[in-house]
């Protein structure tokens, strides 16, 4: 039983080293690999230590080889049996800070990649106690260098002896290099893999396709993040809180739009990206999505009350400090859109544009018999529900129309929700409009909106995507926007921050006065 034990033990051991090894040789093989994404997006105790050891390059640098060359030597360690003890307790060390860094604890694991379901033990955390294991293992009993160079000491210890037993000792040193045959297992594996590699390079390359497409997803969060210029800027938003006395709401000038998460998008005649879309956006992609938006300075979200779970975990489980703006859009029932919204206790609520689209318009024939003057109430009612919980209170919109009858009618909100965009893309051009354009009559949006003395946030404003983020975001800004609202892909935060950044440097001819 002890010695296939031996065995047991020294298979564990190999295939232990197999797993560090390829861990650092893959990690050697990306030119801009770095602990520093990782260590960012961290959540859990000790998160800020983990933040500024990040944001320090020089310390990262040095980090970031320890890491992979450790990784390397803690593998060559384990596969030969040799210095077993000090691999296995250096190999369980580097396990317990990945372990602290990112414990598979719900709300603790954005920005890395979970590869299976986890509750509070994932696979490192396994390793990590196998190793510690392995070092409290008599490493004279496992086959390997170790075991040779301790035997080699006892025999020198002894008097000499007539040596009686050659054979054994040959198959002792055979026995004791076990994990050679394994090593060339290894790294035959190593070149067949390398030569797939070689392939598929070859193969984009007759095909025209960037060969780095793949090498850079695998690093995009830090190679986009590492290119922020600077958090977007941030302002304020006056309202009346419960008690009566007056407050200020803080807004990032970019905030995020939430249709993409929710799987709510404008794909015209692209019938498969919704399911697309919300195949893509799983809880773990959204939590990473707001977690990287935070560290852009986008503090804020506008979406649907039905998101109130996702956001509620995002803000009590990981601890984020996005604000969740929703627009109370649950068909055409405001009522039940506010009720749901503050349940989920959204920081801010609005009457969606649909609903004041098609309530505020005189002619609107109303399925349960309103009168213009009864919907108008509705949002007026609506409006004080809100300012009763605290929070701000807005009206949205995607007709001008609608922003007039609301004005014309004494309702204040103290903030608008509305489209804004041009015509410069194709599709707007077609005579037949459905799913092309959501700012009915620019011009008079802009001119209109220019009279109005509330922060105005514009959404829409790349036309579901048929307009250029640069474009898109200088037409709003210039034209009276005092904030937009974009979706956007994680994939996408960064460089549309930098654009924000930039149109908000850069902006002339603005008209209209900011009024947040």
């Known amino acids: 039983m002890k010695k296939h034990l031996n065995y047991l033990f020294t298979v564990v051991r190999i295939l232990t080293g197999w797993f560090f090894l390829y861990e650092g040789i893959s990690k050697l093989m990306i030119s801009n690999w770095s602990l520093a994404p ?9 998160a800020p230590l983990f933040h500024r050891i990040s944001q320090n ?28 003890r000090w691999a296995s307790v250096g190999g369980a060390l580097m396990l317990l800070f990945y372990f602290f860094a990112y414990p598979p604890i719900e709300g603790y694991t954005s920005f890395v990649t979970v590869e299976g379901s986890y509750l509070w033990i994932n696979k490192d955390f396994i390793v990590l106690f196998l190793l510690i294991a392995l070092a409290f293992f008599p490493f004279g009993e496992m086959f390997g260098i170790d075991r040779l160079i301790a035997k080699w000491k006892n025999e020198k210890a002894r008097k000499p002896v007539p040596d009686t037993s050659a054979n054994e000792g040959r198959r002792e040193i055979i026995r004791n290099l076990i994990g050679v045959p394994f090593l060339g297992a290894f790294a035959y594996a190593l070149y067949k893999r390398k030569k797939w590699n070689s392939f598929e390079e070859k193969l984009l390359k007759i095909e025209g396709i960037d060969v780095n497409a793949r090498d850079a997803l695998l690093t995009f969060n830090y190679k986009t993040l590492s290119k922020l210029k600077e958090p977007i800027p941030h302002t304020f938003i006056d309202y009346i809180d419960k008690n009566g006395h007056p407050a200020k709401f803080e807004l990032s000038r970019l905030i995020l739009g939430g249709n993409l998460i929710g799987g709510h998008v404008h794909a015209r005649d692209l019938i498969y990206v919704s399911k697309l879309v919300k195949t893509y956006h799983t809880d773990e ?32 489980e990981f601890k984020g400090k996005m604000k ?8 055409t029932n405001f009522k039940k859109g506010i009720d749901m919204s503050l349940a989920s206790d959204f920081d801010a609520l609005y009457c969606q544009g649909e609903i004041t689209d098609r309530w505020a318009d005189p002619e609107w024939n109303d399925p349960e018999k309103r009168t213009f003057e009864q919907r108008m109430e509705l949002i007026r009612e609506g409006l004080n529900e809100i300012r009763s919980h605290g929070k701000p209170a807005g ?10 009858s609301c004005v014309e009618y004494g309702l204040v909100p103290d903030f608008w929700v509305k489209t804004c965009h041009n015509y410069s893309y194709w599709s707007a051009q077609h005579e037949r409009r459905y799913d092309s354009y959501f700012d009915y009559d620019p011009e008079e949006t802009i001119r209109y909106m220019e009279t109005l003395n509330k922060p105005w946030i514009a959404f829409k404003v790349l036309a579901a995507g048929a307009i250029k983020p640069d474009v898109g975001l200088e037409y709003a800004f210039r034209n009276g926007a005092d904030f937009v609202c974009l979706g956007m892909y994680d994939f996408q935060i960064v460089d549309d921050v930098n654009i924000c950044l930039d149109v908000l440097q850069n902006l002339t001819n603005r008209k209209r006065a900011w009024y947040a």
């Open 38 to 46: 990782g260590l960012s997006g961290s959540r859990w105790v000790f």
């Open 57 to 84: 390059a020089g310390l990262i640098a040095v980090l970031d080889v320890v890491t992979v060359w450790g990784l390397i030597i803690i593998g060559l360690a384990l596969f030969l049996g040799l210095l077993s």
């Open 285 to 316: 992609k959204i939590l990473q999505t707001l977690a990287l938006s935070e560290q852009c300075g986008v503090n804020s979200i506008i979406s649907n009350p039905q998101q109130g779970r996702i956001f509620q975990m995002y803000k009590h």
């Open 324 to 331: 969740f703006i929703s627009d109370c859009g649950i068909q």
């Open 395 to 404: 009206i949205g919109a995607h007709k001008i129309e609608a922003v007039k």
